[in-house]
């Protein structure tokens, strides 16, 4: 298993407030197409617009998708145009820069909202490692043109105590797709995080039937 990092995330040192939806969509690709094999791509949270994009442009190097509590936007609409969907305690938790370029959540949006249901020494080993967030991929408006996500199993793991992505809207997003399999964690937002054996049960047994 291999977890990218996009630009303007983990040890990724491009310019958060410069990078764009197709910045993330070339990493992407650029890791099937080094792949040996075809891969099933996990998408988490606003991840699942990008391996939508991915599995449009690269059908023949994706196994699987797999959606991880994850937006699912649908055909012309951007992330941002979702905004009306997710808890305003949570949005009040999001300091813009100046600029809107980039955003952060603060750390009280990380411990009550992001990893809600994890220990203490994770959130404190987490926060630090949190980066502003770019805006410009969530103003793209994305655009697939079905056929290939069509040919694709698709699956949907749902977090029951998601504080960001809220289930009715994971629930309402999937619900416009073909979903193959729908799995679900009584966890947060971060099950790679809260849950890692639970989620990686998951993913186990998804690649078994992918």
């Not at 303007?8 to 690709?29: I, K, L, T």
């Not at 891969?39 to 190097?61: Q, T």
């Not at 980039?102 to 994890?118: H, I, W």
């Not at 504080?163 to 790679?192: E, K, N």
Request: charged share 20%; proline share 10%; glycine share 6%.
């Amino acid at each position: 298993m291999i977890a990218l990092d996009l630009p303007g995330h983990g040890e990724d040192r491009s310019p958060p407030q410069n990078v764009s939806f197709e910045d993330y969509a070339a990493c992407v690709s650029g890791a099937l197409n080094s792949s040996k094999n075809p891969c099933i791509l996990v998408g988490h949270s606003m991840g699942g617009a990008i391996i939508n994009h991915s599995a449009d442009s690269l059908p023949d190097r994706i196994r699987a998708l797999v959606y991880l509590t994850a937006l699912i936007p649908a055909e012309g609409r951007s992330m941002i145009s979702y905004v009306d969907g997710f808890d305003p305690e949570y949005l009040a938790q999001i300091l813009w820069a100046p600029d809107r370029r980039t955003a952060t959540l603060q750390p009280e949006g990380v411990k009550r909202f992001l990893c809600s249901q994890c220990s203490a020494e994770t959130i404190e080993v987490v926060s630090p490692l949190l980066k502003p967030e770019p805006v410009a991929p969530y103003e793209t408006p994305i655009l697939t043109t079905g056929p290939n996500l069509d040919k694709l199993p698709r699956y949907y793991i749902e977090c029951l105590q998601d504080r960001v992505v809220p289930l009715a809207l994971q629930r309402a997003m999937r619900s416009t797709v073909p979903i193959d399999g729908v799995y679900s964690l009584d966890t947060d937002h971060a099950p790679f995080f809260s849950t890692p054996e639970e989620l990686a049960a998951v993913l186990h047994e998804i690649a078994e039937r992918a």
